[in-house]
């Protein structure tokens, strides 16, 4: 059974950094695209970064790009995503996404909420 299992999630002020992380088990993770996705209640779940497997070839959505990072370490089946200079605009439910085509995976969610 897969499970995605998202941390790292919480309530900090504007211009602060927060690192999630995901743990994947139950697939082969060297070979999965890992990803970051967000949403916002009322809204469509929207791409913020991914990774393919082996760590080559990043994609970034443009609100994010040069300012969030993702990475991934497969030793320990953990994906990861640096987000540092958090603006309001970036609260959002964060959900870790695993792709290995035909399949695709989500993890439960972990919330960012971004507010003075």
């Known amino acids: 059974q897969v499970q995605l299992v998202e941390s790292g999630g919480g309530s900090v002020q504007p211009g602060q950094t927060l690192t999630l992380s995901c743990v994947a088990s139950?697939?082969?993770?060297?070979?999965?695209?890992m990803g970051w996705y967000r949403q916002v209640a009322g809204k469509e779940r929207e791409l913020v970064a991914r990774?393919?497997?082996?760590?080559?070839?990043?994609e970034y959505a443009a609100a994010v790009k040069g300012r969030f990072t993702i990475s991934r370490d497969n030793a320990k089946n953990t994906v990861y995503l640096q987000m540092p200079d958090l603006k309001p605009e970036d609260t959002a439910v964060y959900y870790c996404?695993?792709?290995?085509?035909?399949?695709?995976?989500w993890g439960q969610g972990t919330p960012v909420t971004v507010s003075s």
């Open positions: 996404n695993a792709e290995r085509p035909p399949d695709r995976y």
């Open positions: 139950g697939l082969r993770f060297k070979t999965s695209t």
């Open positions: 990774i393919g497997w082996l760590g080559g070839g990043t």
